[in-house]
């Protein structure tokens, strides 16, 4: 189990405005940046959101960041089809001294 | 880019052993530490290690007595060997790379992952 957590699921119908939560602790989460990644099965998993609330060129502003304490969250706006993927947040880890994942949340777009 | 490539079945007990290529850049960029991760099927991803153009590698406590990863720069490649492997190493391997300094870097580049059965 991921010293991470993240809920398994969530959903949303197009249109609609969804939230992923990401919950860790003072090791990880509370003194480092959370970055974000999208992950369709079988592709290349890509990075979505970096330094807790920056998106990468090319990613389009439907998606957003924060972070308080030791958990963070991502926000999707305006759901869309093509939306529908795996998301994980990621973070250094003293006691990993290494990236530490949540175990991921799989996005339903109904 | 980054593109994976090895052998998709490996007997256990035996090595488990991939390389990446770079494409479109250069390995000894500075900046960058390149990376190898797994996915063992309906999990998260677990980060397994990383090394740095000059050989400087860090790895995952919990495979670090088994996996050794090299890098070849005149090839544009890294690669990973992980030692006396059992099922539970059956997993789709990614490489990426993972942006300096690490306390607050990401992966920015992946490959596409391969697909690596321990199974005799």
């Known amino acids: 189990q991921s010293v991470v957590t993240q809920p398994p699921s969530a959903s949303g119908t197009p249109g609609q405005r969804v939230t992923i939560s990401c919950s860790g602790s003072s090791s990880n989460i509370g003194s480092y940046s959370v970055n974000w990644y999208q992950h369709l099965p079988g592709t290349a998993p890509k990075l979505l959101i970096y330094g807790n609330s920056q998106r990468p060129s090319g990613v389009p502003d439907r998606f957003s960041g924060s972070k308080s304490g030791t958990s963070a969250s991502l926000a999707i706006s305006g759901l869309q089809s093509e939306d529908e993927a795996d998301y994980y947040c990621a973070a250094w880890d003293d006691s990993l001294n290494g990236p530490v994942f949540g175990g991921g949340t799989k996005l339903t777009v109904l | 880019q980054l593109q994976e490539s090895g052998p998709g079945l490996v007997k256990p007990s035996q090595t488990l052993s991939l390389t990446c290529t770079v494409s479109?850049?250069?390995?000894?960029?500075?900046?960058?530490?390149w990376s190898w991760l797994r996915q063992h099927s309906g999990k998260g991803l677990e980060w397994i290690g990383y090394i740095y153009h000059s050989g400087s590698s860090y790895y995952n406590p919990s495979l670090k007595s088994r996996l050794s990863i090299s890098v070849d720069t005149s090839k544009n490649q890294f690669s990973l060997n992980l030692s006396s492997v059992t099922a539970a190493d059956t997993a789709v391997y990614y490489c990426?790379?993972?942006?300096?300094?690490?306390?607050?870097?990401?992966?920015?580049?992946w490959g596409q992952g391969t697909l690596v059965t321990v199974s005799s």
């Open positions: 990426a790379r993972f942006t300096r300094p690490h306390w607050s870097g990401y992966f920015d580049s």
């Open positions: 479109g850049g250069f390995i000894s960029t500075a900046g960058y530490y």
